[in-house]
Every structure is written in C-alpha cells, then in structure tokens.
C-alpha cells in the first residue's frame, strides 16, 4: 500500500466524516497518534473488497466515538442510542468511506464488490499484535481516536 | 402533494439517514416506509401505495437489482420510479442499473439537496415521470 494511496483513504475518511456523519478529523502523526490513545475496548470494523484491487480494510475507534456518530444519524440523545444503532452506524461509515476511497483511488471504470461490514471487539493488546506494521492512518475525530488500516 | 417513499437498505443506520435527508431537504411526507432487503420491499409495495423508491445493491435475500427487475416485471409496480442510493459508482454498475429500468442513481453520501433535486425530478406536478 504506497503511501499516497495512504493519503487519499485519509482524505476520503476525512471528507466522509464530515459529510456523512456531520464530524470534523484531521490526520494524526505518529507521536500525535501516541499522545491520542485507543480505549482499553476497542470497536473494530472491517469488510473486504475486490476487483480491479483485492484487500481488507479496517477501522478501528472507540465505542464512544461511534455512539456519536449514531446520536449524529439518528438526531437521538446519547443515552437514547442502542449498542445496535452505534455498531450500525460504524459499520454504514466505514462502507461509505470505502466507496469513496476506491473511486478516489481507480476512478469510475472498475467493478468492486464490497463485503458486508463485520465488527469485533478486540481488547487493546490484541488490536496492537494485530495491527503492528500494517499500513494505516490515524485520525483525531473531535478528540476520539479513529484508525483506518490495510489487510488487518 | 405529500409522499409515500419506501427506503430499501440493509443497514438501520443508512435508512435512517436517508429518512432524515429526507426531512431536512424539505420533501413534503406522506408516509416513509422502510425494508431491509429486496424482498421486504415487494411485501411492502404489495400492501401500501408507494410513490417512489430509493434502494441500495447490495442486500441479503434479493438486491436491488433483483428488486428492480421483479418491479418492472409487475404491472402494479413497474411505473414507480426506483432510485439506487449506493457507494458503488462504477460506470459499468451504472449502465447494469438503467438496463434492468433504474431512473436513477445517487451515491452515498448523499446530500439533502441532491436528494430533493432528485425527488422533485420524478414526482413533482408536470414531472410528466409517473
């Protein structure tokens, strides 16, 4: 994964978030992904896509984060969001974020067929092990961490 | 001249969202019906009047275009115009899309003033579309 494909699911992230679920992120860089943390309960979505290129894409953020998102959505309180509605509304992000980054990426010619989204709930050391030197990018989404990644 | 709009997606999160566009965009409402599949759909168009759908592709039990081809195949259903709401924009999906009888196809996200331009393209007075 070269490092501006890198940069365009960074972009695409960004400009999703802020369309679709009405949040402002912007690019964390290593130091800066270290001084923002992941909660020991980790939210991990993930899907795959084929085609004109093959892979798995993950994100990863915490559950407070994608009730957030949900309370964006839903036009609900807080502590009106089920756990359903957040790992739904996680699950709807990261699909559309995918959409825009392989058309970004390969333009409107090429077929991908995209899995459904599934989400799991790694611990923090697990998530580490899982994700130790796979492309990524980090995202500070109005002060909650948000990680995108490659073949986790 | 209020809508009855039927929603047709698997996810909870997406029609929800298209609903609340919906609203914001100003599209006067009748009725908002949701399916979470292909199939849920026809139940719903078999039993309420409808008078335009937004569906995505890729579902469990039927897709949209499976929808899409079983509604052109009804005589009660085939006039109704069918949006594809998708992150999908390939060029060859898009032409795949108007063969099966798709009017037209919006990519996610969508916007409330995409969706109301679209909306108003196919229902409102002297569209001449239904």
Not at chain 1, 66 to 73: K, S
Request: charged share 20%; aromatic share 6%; with cysteine.
């Amino acid at each position: 994964m070269s490092i501006d494909s890198l940069d365009i699911l960074s972009n695409t992230a960004i400009e999703t978030l802020e369309r679709f679920a009405f949040l402002l992120g912007d690019p964390l860089d290593a130091r800066e992904a270290g001084l923002l943390p992941l909660p020991p309960c980790i939210w991990l979505c993930a899907l795959t896509f084929s085609g004109a290129r093959a892979a798995k894409i993950a994100l990863a953020t915490a559950p407070d984060l994608a009730r957030q998102i949900a309370v964006n959505l839903y036009s609900l309180e807080a502590d009106e969001i089920t756990e359903i509605q957040a790992m739904d509304a996680l699950k709807e992000l990261l699909n559309i974020m995918t959409g825009n980054y392989l058309h970004a990426l390969e333009g409107d010619a090429p077929i991908f067929d995209l899995s459904a989204p599934v989400l799991t709930t790694p611990d923090r050391a697990d998530f580490a092990r899982q994700w130790a030197g796979r492309p990524q990018v980090a995202l500070n989404v109005e002060g909650q961490p948000l990680i995108l990644g490659f073949g986790i | 001249m209020a809508y009855n709009i039927l929603i047709v997606d698997d996810s909870l999160t997406a029609r929800t969202f298209i609903a609340r566009t919906l609203e914001i965009a100003g599209v006067p409402l009748s009725h908002v019906y949701q399916a979470a599949d292909g199939q849920s759909a026809l139940d719903v168009l078999q039993r309420e009047w409808v008078d335009l759908v937004f569906a995505d592709i890729n579902m469990p039990v039927m897709n949209g275009v499976e929808l899409v081809r079983r509604m052109r195949a009804n005589d009660l259903f085939k006039a109704i115009p069918v949006i594809i709401i998708t992150t999908d924009r390939s060029t060859h999906r898009m032409n795949e899309l108007h063969a099966v009888g798709v009017q037209a196809y919006l990519t996610k996200p969508i916007t409330p003033e995409v969706l109301k331009a679209t909306v108003e393209r196919f229902l409102a007075p002297g569209s001449g579309a239904v």
